[in-house]
């Protein structure tokens, strides 16, 4: 099947950092754009990041900016999210999705099932 499949998820104190993986099987990434996404209990799910095929082109949310990084290694069909300086309104399910096209959520194609980052003291 083709899949995409996050991990580092977990439980972290504020301030402290985790790194989310997306690994794909099935499928190469070197021709998808990726984007990260997160749902909180009762909120919409939002975009956090998003990366172009080559990485020559990255987007943040404006409430993650200066603190999360987005990064892709192609040869390894890999896409990381660096979280640092985490906050408790961080916590969410934390979703990866791919696309041929652009970072529009409406255009993903493959979503994986999530990882749980919980930020609490």
């Known amino acids: 099947q083709l899949q995409l499949v996050e991990s580092g998820g977990g439980l972290v104190q504020p301030g402290g950092s985790l790194r989310l993986s997306c690994a794909a099987s099935g499928f190469t990434l070197d021709q998808y754009v990726i984007g990260w996404y997160r749902q909180a209990p009762g909120k919409e799910r939002e975009g956090v990041a998003c990366i172009s095929s080559s990485g020559g082109s990255i987007t943040y949310a404006d409430s993650v900016r200066r603190r999360f990084t987005i990064s892709r290694d192609n040869s390894r069909n890999t896409v990381y999210l660096q979280m640092n300086s985490l906050k408790p309104e961080d916590s969410a399910v934390y979703y990866c999705?791919?696309?041929?096209?652009?970072?529009?959520?409406?255009?993903?194609?493959?979503w994986g099932k999530g990882t749980l980052v919980t930020v609490s003291s």
């Open positions: 999705a791919s696309s041929l096209f652009n970072c529009d959520q409406a255009r993903m194609n493959y």
